[in-house]
């Protein structure tokens, strides 16, 4: 397993590009660090504390902190970031694997 991961995310329509790095520190908490074109995604990151990833990947959707972040500063429900946000901290604190996400629209 890892104690690091990294995302790149094409939010689709809006063309904004994220980057989202993902470590787990010496406390056994998942660091984000992000990088994005959009302004909300930004400002949302800048709110981020570190993350237990036990209590995150466990919780039900809207009782995660990354989710209760984004309804606060993301204005697209349909926003992949927080998506991709919580498949990192799951792989940076060991409970999953590095594997490809796809959404793919016809």
């Given at each position: 397993?890892?104690?690091?991961?990294?995302?790149?995310?094409?939010?689709?329509?809006?063309?904004?590009?994220?980057?989202?790095?993902?470590?787990?520190?010496e406390?056994?908490?998942?660091?984000?660090?992000?990088?994005?074109?959009c302004?909300?995604?930004?400002?949302?990151?800048?709110?981020?504390?570190?993350i237990?990833?036990y209590t995150e990947v466990?919780?039900?959707?809207?009782?995660?902190e990354?989710?209760?972040?984004?309804?606060?500063?993301?204005?697209?429900?349909?926003?992949?970031?927080?998506?991709?946000?919580?498949?990192?901290i799951?792989?940076?604190?060991?409970?999953?694997?590095?594997?490809?996400?796809?959404?793919?629209?016809?």
């Amino acid at each position: 397993m890892t104690d690091h991961c990294k995302i790149a995310v094409d939010s689709g329509v809006c063309r904004m590009i994220t980057a989202i790095s993902a470590r787990e520190n010496e406390m056994g908490l998942v660091e984000l660090t992000i990088e994005s074109d959009c302004p909300h995604i930004l400002m949302m990151s800048w709110h981020m504390e570190p993350i237990s990833p036990y209590t995150e990947v466990e919780a039900p959707m809207c009782d995660t902190e990354v989710y209760k972040l984004a309804s606060k500063y993301l204005p697209h429900a349909a926003c992949p970031v927080p998506c991709a946000m919580v498949k990192a901290i799951e792989v940076a604190g060991n409970l999953g694997l590095k594997r490809d996400v796809s959404i793919k629209i016809e």
